[in-house]
């Protein structure tokens, strides 16, 4: 017995290994992950992660805070700053979670969220309790879904303000009105539909999971700025974080999100991601309107390149994207799902995505008629136009023209071979993909 547990433990590390040494030999397109600084990555491996700090710095439940507290007030205020946020709760471990904590804090179980449905951008987390969505299953709020514009891509305001209308004649009015998603090629009209909405006496929340680091760099959208109340996002999509959540808020609604945050939502609250957020803001306020603004024309320059090759990509008619990502129907060729699967095996990494029409076609999520790509971790990698170029081409030769991924594979592979550091921070010595053996 013995000897099978250290086998099953240096079978972990060996995972562990072939995993770091596989993305650096990738093309990684998620669009909802990144690659953290070196600096990001020590402050996830410090004592930190070992403590509790349950409370508010000053305030805490218990002793030994004396350190963590001083980079709390600073991680909360490098938060605010980079956000330009009168209150920023940097305790919510996800973006579920700081999800939670505006559901808990402004709205009650049985009340009605207005939100993005799944196929027009939403994340599950806005979702119904059928589809055991966030915001139904734990919370029990009801959702209604914001009628869509699958031509532009983007909410539908004046079908909206409608369904609002329609919806208080049915005794339905929403409490909360959710913007932002996991397909999001641009801006949501939140300036157009802010003060329609606050005139039902609806709480406005952003969720800026994806655009997080975009909306830093002032290259997308400033919700809280357009007359949104509250942001929630994770930390690690667009933004160098660590996987972590984050809430911002105008003063007046500190003390429910406090309360929400701790004791409601969290016990500890992975104190070493908070200290690395706290090095991913830092980051972010130095290098982050250079990075947004490259990580944006890189998806332009990707998207057109797409196209231009034959792939029919979503948002056309708006010049394709305004964000890190790009959606691209597959159904020509097959389904997301098996395009995912094909150039996986070529290193390629993206998701395959519900697109508007699928569910009304029978198609689901493990099939369904798009594929979703984001080049936030590619544009950290350093990569610009021409890579881009390549990377199109690449795709194609594994979707189009069906070649056999395995040779594409080690293309990509020497592809990859200049770009092995982390850029936008402030120190890279440490390669991005570089295995940390401290055994
Ligand atoms: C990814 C995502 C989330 C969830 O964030 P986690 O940090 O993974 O919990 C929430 N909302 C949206 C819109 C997302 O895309």
């Given at each position: 017995m013995a000897k099978q547990n250290k086998v099953s433990y240096n079978k972990i590390f060996s995972k562990l290994r072939e995993h770091h040494k596989w993305f650096g030999n990738a093309i990684p397109l998620i669009a909802s992950e990144n690659v953290p600084s070196p600096a990001v990555r020590e402050a996830i491996i410090?004592?930190?992660?070992?403590r509790y700090a349950e409370g508010w710095p000053g305030e805490?439940?218990?002793?030994?805070c004396t350190y963590i507290d001083d980079v709390e007030v600073e991680c909360t205020k490098l938060a605010r700053k980079l956000y330009r946020a009168k209150f920023a709760d940097v305790r919510p471990i996800s973006g579920v979670v700081a999800n939670l904590v505006i559901y808990s804090a402004f709205t009650n179980p049985g009340d009605v969220m207005l939100a993005p449905s799944i196929p027009a951008g939403g994340h599950i987390s806005h979702g119904k309790k059928e589809h055991f969505g966030t915001a139904g299953l734990v919370h029990g709020l009801e959702i209604e879904f914001y009628p869509f514009d699958a031509q532009e891509m983007t909410i539908d305001v004046d079908k909206s303000k409608q369904k609002i209308i329609e919806l208080e004649k049915a005794g339905r009015l929403p409490k909360m009105a959710m913007f932002g998603g996991s397909l999001f090629l641009f801006p949501h009209p939140v300036k157009e539909l802010a003060d329609f909405l606050k005139g039902y006496k609806m709480h406005v929340n952003y969720d800026a999971a994806h655009v997080a680091g975009l909306i830093a760099g002032g290259r997308f959208q400033d919700p809280l700025r357009e007359g949104a109340d509250t942001i929630t996002m994770s930390t690690h999509k667009t933004l160098f974080g660590p996987q972590g959540g984050l809430v911002l808020a105008s003063k007046e609604h500190e003390e429910e999100i406090k309360k929400s945050t701790f004791p409601g939502m969290t016990s500890s609250h992975h104190i070493h991601h908070m200290a690395a957020k706290a090095v991913a803001f830092a980051e972010a306020l130095e290098f982050g309107k250079d990075y947004a603004s490259q990580v944006i024309k890189n998806a332009k320059i990707l998207a057109e390149a797409l196209s231009g090759v034959g792939f029919k990509v979503l948002g056309e008619s708006r010049g394709f994207t305004e964000s890190h990502q790009i959606a691209v129907n597959v159904l020509e060729y097959s389904d997301g799902g098996i395009v995912e699967a094909e150039l996986e095996k070529a290193n390629i990494i993206v998701n395959r995505q519900l697109i508007p029409g699928d569910i009304k076609a029978g198609?689901?999520?493990?099939?369904?008629g798009g594929i979703r790509l984001g080049v936030s971790e590619i544009t950290r990698l350093g990569m610009k136009k021409s890579e881009m170029k390549e990377i199109a081409e690449y795709i194609k030769q594994v979707v189009?023209?069906?070649?056999?991924p395995k040779k594409i594979s080690s293309k990509v592979k020497s592809f990859r071979k200049s770009f092995q550091k982390v850029r936008?921070?402030?120190?890279?010595?440490?390669?991005?993909?570089e295995y940390v053996k401290l055994r």
């Open positions: 410090s004592d930190f992660g070992n805490r439940v218990y002793a030994g198609r689901n999520y493990f099939h369904p189009i023209d069906k070649k056999d936008y921070c402030f120190d890279n010595k440490l390669g991005a993909y």
